[in-house]
């Protein structure tokens, strides 16, 4: 196993959330944090801590007046095969530092967080190899307008890295594209911007919480690295709805549905250098819906469990499917629980099993080309609250 690159040295407990490894909802995590992710990525209508920041952060208010630390550990482990010589990627483990901070004062709720947010990664024995990482610096608000009502926003710097480097005259002895540095933690290209959430959470009674939350896209410039330059490469809008159910005092219901807006943010990747065009990727992805479910049930007042079932189409077309970023896998199992050491301190560990999925690309520059990809995914959080 090989450590790549992860979007920052630190990420925020929703991640998850996104140099991140190569991530499972096209480029984007199925969970952010443990506890999302334990329940197949739903988290829309409910607390789950600081992870909120990258969910939807008017579930901040939800949380009990005080404050609380989240320091998390995640793991992303691709297992990708590309046929036509390329054989199995050696890119299948990436380690994942996280940190949040949320406080709640009243009616108002704030904090910080770090993380990365989503991305994608290979890397062959010919040499040919892609990584690609994107990360948020994540101040959110919320307020609890009644006992009913929250709203929650937040205004995110937005940062992306990627390395490249890929043969595209299918002549072994040269690289078209190479540029990457030596950083487990950076991209060579680099850029940056700012984009922002807005939610909301409405209690329609006792046992029943709707939630939802619109995301700007990241409105991530050119990425530069000297004379190489990357065009079109952005992270989508999201727009997302979702509902926590408390059906006793032991069980609750969570399901979300989320629209990946991809066609507005991936669709020609270009490669420049030196001003001259090395290569268009076409990508036109198509917009993904995302459907999470989850079940958390409390076996005692320590121990909490959960199950979960994550669903979103591969959002590429089989004709520009790309051994390089093949974000492809489309099911999601997942299991977690939670661990109360005392009313301060508990721990929550996700994992998520992803079954293998194959495509055969069909475009004049794939045509034949098999890409199997599965993956296993865990992410481990300590919280404490004072």
């Known amino acids: 196993m090989q450590l790549k690159k992860f979007a920052a040295t630190l990420a925020a407990v929703g991640i998850t959330v996104p140099g991140l490894a190569l991530a499972t909802n096209g480029m984007l995590m199925e969970g952010y944090g443990p506890i999302a ?44 095969e590309t046929s036509m010589g390329m054989g199995k990627s050696s890119a299948d483990a990436f380690y994942m530092p996280a940190f949040g901070y949320v406080k709640k ?49 937040s205004v995110d ?9 890929a043969n595209l005259d299918m002549n072994p002895a040269t690289k078209e594209i190479n540029f990457k540095d030596d950083s487990d933690y950076t991209g060579a290209a680099k850029g940056y911007s700012l984009a922002a959430k807005l939610g909301f959470t409405y209690k329609l009674n006792d046992a029943l919480t709707v939630g939802g939350v619109y ?8 990425l530069k690295d ?24 032991r069980l609750m219901v969570a399901a979300d549905v989320k629209d990946l807006m991809w066609s507005s943010s991936m669709n ?5 250098q030196n001003g001259a065009v090395v ?33 979103g189409k591969n959002p590429i077309p089989d004709q520009n499917v790309n051994y390089l970023w093949p974000a492809i896998v489309e099911e999601h199992y997942t299991v977690g629980f939670g661990y109360a050491f005392s009313k301060q301190s508990q721990i929550n560990f996700g994992l998520s099993y992803v079954p293998e999925v194959s495509v055969t690309g069909t475009g004049p520059q794939n045509g034949g080309m098999t890409i199997e990809h599965s993956q296993v995914n865990w992410q481990l959080m300590y919280s404490y609250s004072f």
């Open 157 to 165: 710097i937005v940062w992306a890295g990627m390395d490249l480097v």
């Open 105 to 153: 004062q009243g009616k108002l709720t704030y904090g910080a967080g770090i993380y990365g947010q989503g991305g994608m990664g290979t890397e062959y024995a010919s040499g040919d190899m892609a990584q690609v990482s994107v990360g948020r610096v994540i101040f959110p608000l919320a307020y609890q307008v009644n006992d009913r009502f929250n709203v929650g926003g």
């Open 226 to 249: 000297g004379g190489y330059k990357v065009e079109g490469f952005d992270m989508p809008a999201i727009l997302g709805l979702g509902l926590a159910w408390q059906a006793s005092d």
């Open 268 to 272: 020609t990747v270009t490669i420049y």
């Open 37 to 80: 992710a334990g329940m197949g990525g739903a988290a829309m209508a409910y607390d789950n801590g600081s992870a909120a920041m990258a969910n939807n952060p008017a579930t901040l208010a939800l949380m009990a007046d005080g404050s609380r630390v989240d320091v998390m550990l995640g793991f992303v482990g691709p297992d990708v």
């Open 279 to 311: 290569a268009p990727f076409q990508q036109d992805w198509d917009d993904q819906i995302v459907l999470s479910l989850g079940l958390a049930y409390k076996f005692s007042d320590a121990f909490t469990g959960r199950v979960g079932y994550n669903y």
């Open 215 to 222: 995301q700007t896209a990241g409105n991530l410039p050119d």
